[in-house]
């Protein structure tokens, strides 16, 4: 709950420039989100430029954006946002993930700081009692796509063999994120008249951090799945997919889902791959609304262009990950 001592309307707004403060991983296997800071930093400057921020009165008005890196480990995450909150006073400020933001939601609504479209998809960015001023993404929550998965899953029972339980198997992150997801379709099946008694699901824990994903997936490509679903995010994305083709899961396993959190070519494409893509085919994936910036059919779309050059003219690649999208994702309601 807000503590009133430590409010102000005005905190973060000082000398021209508002300022916002951002966790998030720019090492570690989930590096490559950093390039969503990136992607905002970018937005940032273009309206900085633009001198559209201007306060009551009309004064113009910076956006100074600093980034600090916690390599997706919440034990850093702690000291980084208590020293934007002791410190720094930002205006507002963004944490990456949901142990990250598990782990400071209550000191950052303690202090009344705005923590806008929280950079995860876990069901507890929505507490209008105890953690007002934290609020969801603009993006579905775990828990909606393992009812999609087991949606899925109920529509095409007709395919899978009647005389033997339909094998599930998972790849979980070991934290919050992981555990939410799996919670949440275990419960669906569970619920769930058509699958009850119809689906067995074996799943196994990996680590954030852990190097390669090919010891457990070992494990669980031996107990023949009919249907494999990943709950994870980061460099183990794209090594999934790697591992499903090594060791057969490919072509057995008859539908492979990936999250959310694994967005486009950034996690499948073939630079990603090696060769020509071809271990990527056949997996399913929720979109969760985020334009590609390397999807071929949209290198026309006024938005695309617009984002593609402004990235360019930064200096930064635009191809270079599709978290660069999901940084605006994040930014434009904030705006």
């Avoid at 956006?63 to 702690?78: C, L, M, N, S, W």
């Avoid at 699958?195 to 669980?220: C, F, G, H, W």
Wanted: hydrophobic fraction near 35%.
């Amino acid at each position: 709950m807000c503590s009133s001592d430590l409010w102000s309307n005005t905190q973060g707004i000082e000398n021209g420039t508002i300022k916002i403060s951002q966790a998030m991983a720019q090492s570690g296997t989930y590096a490559d989100y950093g390039n969503i800071g990136k992607g905002i930093a970018t937005v940032f400057k273009y309206y900085n430029d633009k001198d559209v921020f201007k306060d009551a009165n009309g004064k113009s008005l910076k956006v100074d954006y600093q980034i600090k890196d916690d390599g997706y480990d919440a034990t850093r995450t702690i000291p980084i946002v208590d020293e934007f909150l002791d410190s720094v006073k930002p205006f507002m400020l963004w944490t990456l993930g949901s142990p990250a933001t598990l782990k400071t939601y209550d000191k950052v609504n303690q202090y009344c700081v705005p923590q806008l479209s929280s950079m995860t998809g876990h069901d507890a960015w929505g507490d209008p009692v105890y953690h007002p001023w934290t609020t969801g993404a603009p993006r579905p929550t775990y828990s909606t796509e393992a009812v999609l998965w087991g949606t899925f899953i109920e529509q095409h029972l007709d395919e899978f063999p009647k005389d033997r339980k339909i094998v599930v198997a998972s790849l979980v992150q070991n934290n919050d994120f992981g555990k939410l997801y799996t919670a949440a379709f275990k419960n669906f099946v569970a619920g769930s008249a058509k699958l009850k008694d119809r689906v067995e699901y074996v799943s196994e824990n990996i680590e954030a951090q852990a190097p390669t994903v090919i010891d457990p997936m070992t494990t669980l490509a031996a107990k023949n799945p009919d249907v494999w679903i990943s709950m994870l995010a980061g460099v183990q994305c794209t090594q999934i997919v790697v591992e499903a083709a090594n060791n057969g899961m490919k072509e057995k396993v008859k539908y492979k889902f990936m999250p959310q959190t694994c967005p486009g070519a950034g996690a499948i494409g073939k630079e990603k791959l090696g060769g020509d893509g071809a271990a990527g085919d056949g997996w399913y994936i929720m979109d969760p609304g985020v334009k590609d910036l390397k999807d071929p059919t949209l290198q026309s779309d006024p938005y695309i262009v617009w984002y593609r050059d402004l990235l360019t003219k930064a200096g930064i690649n635009p191809d270079s990950s599709t978290q660069l999208g999901d940084g605006v994702n994040y930014l434009f309601p904030v705006l």
